[in-house]
């Protein structure tokens, strides 16, 4: 049985030879019979799995006061994030997603509060997965151009969490639907409404920034360019999401999947299979 350090022991000492079991993959159990027919998570060995999880927002794309299309608060170059920890801002609510102490062995980082090992700090606590939220703003900042830049960071924290034995829920997440749309002056909002504060998700191109906002978005992409997804990452993304979710009953699981299979074959340049 392995000894979790409690979450004031700092980096630890005797225990830092041990090490996390690797994770196994889970499914989803939907009981045929029986009073209880409620689905649930299970093991490889069919063993009801619960989890204990958390949400972690400091990869979202924030809205900020007045945004309006300007770049992203927190830095996204995975380098930024080697061994340190980029200072969090008064603008967010959310402070950065870090791990600085990636380099040592899971009970070798520290799960002192503040030490910037977040994910060491939630397997102290005893939490086991994780809500990771995403933007599509910068996954395809340009349409048709998926951010590889973007996409190296979620493998970096996918591999934090995976390091500390937490399983990862990615959340492709909207407020409000995009942090470019230009919050309402006091004042002119109808009766009854509150003026919009900006949100995140939906990139700048898809509500019609003014030019100041979108000449301050392309600045942003040159110094952070995307780079075209490969065709074998996009072949992948079109595996998976297979027909048996395409043709899902479920209007939002069929939807999404619908979604992947056409921007896969957007990328891949084949004749989009949803029409």
Same mark, same amino acid.
């Given at each position: ?18 090490? =996390? ?8 159990? &939907? ?26 927002? *400091? ?26 920890? /980029?200072?969090? $801002?008064?603008?967010?609510?959310? /402070?950065?997603?870090? !791990? ?10 520290? &799960?002192?509060? *503040?030490? *910037? ?23 395809? /900042?340009?349409?048709? &151009? ?19 034995? =937490? ?77 048996? !979710? ?8 069929? $939807? ?20």
């Amino acid at each position: 049985m392995l000894t979790v350090p409690t979450a004031n022991a700092g980096a630890a000492t005797a225990s830092q030879a041990a090490t =996390i079991p690797p994770l196994s993959f889970l499914h989803v159990v &939907t009981p045929t019979s029986g009073p209880d027919l409620t689905p649930y998570l299970a093991d490889a060995s069919g063993r009801e799995v619960l989890l204990r999880g958390a949400a972690a927002g *400091g990869m979202e794309d924030v809205a900020y006061p007045y945004a309006n299309g300007g770049p992203a608060v927190l830095p996204v170059a995975p380098s930024a994030y080697d061994g340190r920890c /980029p200072k969090a $801002s008064a603008l967010i609510p959310q /402070p950065p997603l870090c !791990e600085v102490q990636a380099s040592l062995s899971a009970f070798g980082q520290s &799960t002192a509060p *503040g030490s *910037g090992d977040d994910f060491a700090q939630m397997r102290a606590l005893g939490f086991d997965v994780v809500r990771l939220v995403l933007n599509w703003s910068q996954l395809e /900042p340009v349409p048709g &151009t998926y951010s590889t830049t973007y996409l190296d960071r979620v493998v970096q924290v996918v591999g934090w969490a995976r390091q500390q034995g =937490i399983y990862v829920i990615l959340d492709t997440d909207r407020d409000q639907y995009s942090r470019s749309v230009v919050p309402a002056k006091k004042g002119i909002a109808p009766s009854g409404c509150t003026p919009s504060g900006g949100g995140d998700g939906a990139p700048v191109v898809t509500v019609g920034p003014a030019p100041a906002a979108l000449t301050a978005h392309v600045a942003a992409e040159a110094i952070d360019p995307p780079q075209p997804i490969s065709q074998p990452a996009a072949r992948a993304m079109a595996e998976s999401a297979p027909n048996a !979710e395409a043709n899902s009953p479920n209007a939002s699981i069929r $939807s999404t999947a619908q979604l992947v299979q056409g921007l896969a074959a957007m990328v891949l340049g084949q004749t989009d299979p949803n029409g």
